[in-house]
């Protein structure tokens, strides 16, 4: 196994030591989840570029990185509803389309056609990380502030900062989403109604 790949590996295993920490009362266990966290963001990139740089590219390492990114936002974000830090409905939005676009790429892929990301997806993901980090760094601002703790107009403020990061993320995973299945639609329907008349040839398409 490669080094890019045991970093996407790594990621999905902290992702779960994050999740543990979150429920851990105490500042400290608040800021050991918010740097690890930014540690497993920052492999997302880092396994992509030594990827590239030294030749390392592999099926596996492909297959094993989108997972990892969808194990690691879905994963504290189901954390967070189960917290009470954000609606459930629009981690549900969230999560539906993940689970959608990469049933879809599946279903592409069998076709041996390549759905790659387009910069609506990249836009969401980052959204996505950013809007993370904020819910991180507020819950350590909440458990760090000296007593009696943060004052009510502090606190509406970093409330309707974690609301406006999210509400940015539920439009642009929608967005995004739709603009995936428009854009594709006449490329599936094609894929499907020629998988029983003739050998396709790969193609790649971009998300």
């Known amino acids: 196994m490669t080094l890019p790949t045991k970093l996407t590996c790594l990621r999905i295993v902290l992702t779960f030591v994050i999740m543990g920490l979150l429920f851990v009362p105490g500042p400290q266990a608040k800021a050991a989840a918010l740097g690890l966290f930014l540690f497993a ?44 830090l954000l609606p459930a409905w629009m981690v549900l939005v969230i999560a539906l389309r ?66 406006g990061c999210l509400l940015v993320t539920l439009v642009l995973t929608v967005a995004s989403g739709t603009t995936f299945f428009w854009r594709h639609r006449t490329v599936l329907a094609q894929r499907h109604r020629k998988t029983e008349e003739e050998p396709i040839t790969p193609q790649k398409h971009r998300e």
């Open 98 to 163: 993940e689970f959608l676009i990469t049933g879809v790429r599946l279903f592409a892929a069998s076709r041996q056609v390549i759905l790659s990301a387009a910069k609506e997806g990249k836009h969401k993901t980052v959204s996505q990380m950013v809007t993370i980090f904020v819910v991180l760094a507020v819950m350590l601002a909440k458990e760090w502030a000296p007593l009696p703790g943060l004052s009510p107009e502090m606190a509406r403020l970093l409330d309707w900062t974690v609301r």
């Open 41 to 84: 963001a920052a492999t997302d990139w880092l396994d992509g570029e030594l990827a590239r740089r030294w030749g390392q590219t592999s099926p596996l390492g492909a297959l094993l990185d989108p997972i990892a990114d969808k194990v690691l936002v879905l994963g504290l974000f189901l954390a967070f509803v189960q917290l009470r």
